[in-house]
Structure formats: C-alpha cells, structure tokens
C-alpha cells in the first residue's frame, strides 16, 4: 500500500467571493502559497474548507481545481464526507478518489452516532470502503457536529478492515496519542496531530507530522519544527513556544482570521465565509492579525535563514 510522507497538511480553506459563491479563481494561487512553504500536501475539503455548507457539486469543482494546479509531489488528501447514508458515502468517495487524490479521507462521525458503539462504526466502514480498491484511506477526527474519537481497540481493528494510513487526531491529549501510536505499529496508519500546543511532544512520541488549522497562518514554521526537532531539540523548542502562543488565534474569527492572514501575502483571497457570513475582520482583528504574521516573519528571518 502506498504511504502518506510524513510532514505538514494544512487544512485548505475555500475561497469565496463578496457573494458568497466559491471564488475558483483564488484557488491556484492559494495552492501555490502553501507549496511555496514547503508542506508535503494539502488536505483538502475538510471543515476548515467549510465543506457542510459546500454542495457536492462545488466540493468535487473545488477538488479539480486543486488537482490541476497542485505542482507534481504535492500530496493531495481529500475528504468531502459529509453524508450519512452508506450509498451515498461511496459514491462520494468514489467521485474524488477518481480525480487522481493521493488519499481519501472519512470524517469519523459520519459514520456511527454518538449513541451507536464502536462495533456499529466498524460495521459501517468495513461496509464503505470493501469497494474502493487500493487507495489509502484515512479518518479524520472532526469536532463537528460531534468529535468522536478512535480508540486504540478501533485503530488496530481497522488496521484489518482497509488501507487506512493517515488519522488526523484531535484527541489533544499527548498519553492518549501514545496509546494510538501503540495501537498503530503493525497497522500502516500514521498519525498527524492537529494540536499546535502539543505538536513536538506528539512528534517526540512518534507521530507523522501536523494537519490543523493553524498552517493557514505560518505553514513554513510547522515544517521547519517537523524537520528539525531531532537533530536541533533547541530550535525545536523555540519554535514550539511560539507556534503553540500563536495558536490562540484559532479561537478568534475563523476561517475569516487565517483568509485575511494570507491575503496579507498577495494571495487574492476575500476574507468572506459561509460559516460566519456577515462577519468581517474588525480594526483590532486587523491590528492583531498583522503582527502575528509579522512575527513569523521575523523568526524565520532570525531563527531559520
């Protein structure tokens, strides 16, 4: 089975005009941005792409788009899984997996309510993916509407269900990422956390690398941490201090926050959203936004040439 390069997969956003319609446009050149800083993928069509307020149609557009201007090596993971019924979830799949992506991402809520166990979740899975063929899989542990976590009993068991390589874990819990490492060894699944905070403890612990929300701000400091914390711990540590200070600014307007920050780098990209439409940076938002970028600017100046 093929595997998923260890490395940083920022979360895409989707780009919107003033009207609210996805402005294809901003696509390539918001590709390009994250490639210019060295990320090993993209994960595509993700909650941070708004993908429960995105119809099918305009998710699979939004995914052709990328894999046309992604530049050869860019690893593509992509999800999209928002349905609940199991024919539709395999069309779905079958849909983007067909667009040529490196992986196909399943959003693990979907699959199982939060009063079904674990053996319904299973059972459903092992239902979905029986016809996907070789491609590697992964499972995204998404807060919304429900997070529902895998424990390390259901990583080893669906280590025998599919070609499962890629978990994006929001556990944010440093023992229990241990146990699903554990859990993992004999399976092929790499685990990436999405917890700024708790990222070089995890990639201490053995983890792949990060995919999370805040490699729509600084992506290069995320891979400068995931490429130097063995053989610079000093460095690593720095990095870490900032980038998990800095991780506060999840909690403040996004995804609007992390559009405004990249079209502070020329990336022509309005700061418009679906899920908080009507709402726009503020002078303080602004004020705020522009010094944390600022500041990255400045340690990969100092820290990094």
């Known amino acids: 089975m093929k595997t998923i390069p ?5 979360t895409m956003v989707t780009p919107f005009t003033e009207d609210m319609q996805v402005d294809t446009a901003a696509l390539a050149p918001l590709v390009r941005w994250y490639e210019e800083r060295g990320v090993a993928g993209i994960f595509a069509i993700c909650q ?8 099918f149609q305009e998710r699979l557009q939004i995914l052709r788009e990328i894999m046309r201007a992604k530049q050869p090596g860019t690893v593509i993971l992509a999800s999209g899984h928002t349905a609940y019924d199991p024919a539709t979830q395999i069309y779905e799949a079958q849909a ?8 196909y991402v399943f959003i693990s809520n979907r699959f199982a309510t939060p009063q079904e166990d674990d053996d319904t979740f299973l059972r459903r899975v092992a239902n979905v993916t029986k016809g996907l063929g070789d491609i590697p899989l992964g499972v995204y ?7 529902r976590l895998l424990s390390p009993d259901m990583i080893r068991r669906m280590g025998e269900i599919g070609n499962f390589a890629f978990l994006k874990d929001t556990c944010c819990n440093v023992d229990e990422i241990a146990q699903k ?6 399976t092929g699944l ?5 917890n700024a905070a708790m990222l070089l403890d995890s990639l201490r612990l053995g983890c792949a690398g990060f995919s999370g929300i805040m490699a729509n701000f600084h992506p290069q400091l995320y ?5 130097c914390w063995q053989e610079n711990p000093e460095l690593a540590e720095r990095l870490q201090n900032f980038l998990g200070m800095a991780s506060l600014a999840e909690g403040a307007l996004y995804p609007i926050n992390a559009k405004h920050t990249i079209a502070l780098d020329g990336v022509p990209i309005g700061p418009y959203s679906r899920v908080k439409e009507g709402l726009l940076p503020n002078l303080n938002d602004r004020y705020v936004l522009a010094q944390l970028r600022e500041m990255a600017q400045l340690i990969e100046k100092e820290w990094l040439a």
């Open 6 to 10: 260890n490395g940083v997969y920022p």
């Open 48 to 55: 941070s792409s708004e993908i429960f307020y995105l119809s």
């Open 96 to 103: 983007f997996i067909a667009e040529g992506i490196d992986a």
């Open 141 to 147: 542990e998404c807060p919304y509407p429900y997070k």
């Open 181 to 186: 490492l554990e859990a993992a060894k004999s």
């Open 190 to 194: 790499k685990i990436f956390n999405a």
């Open 223 to 227: 891979v400068k941490l995931c490429t």
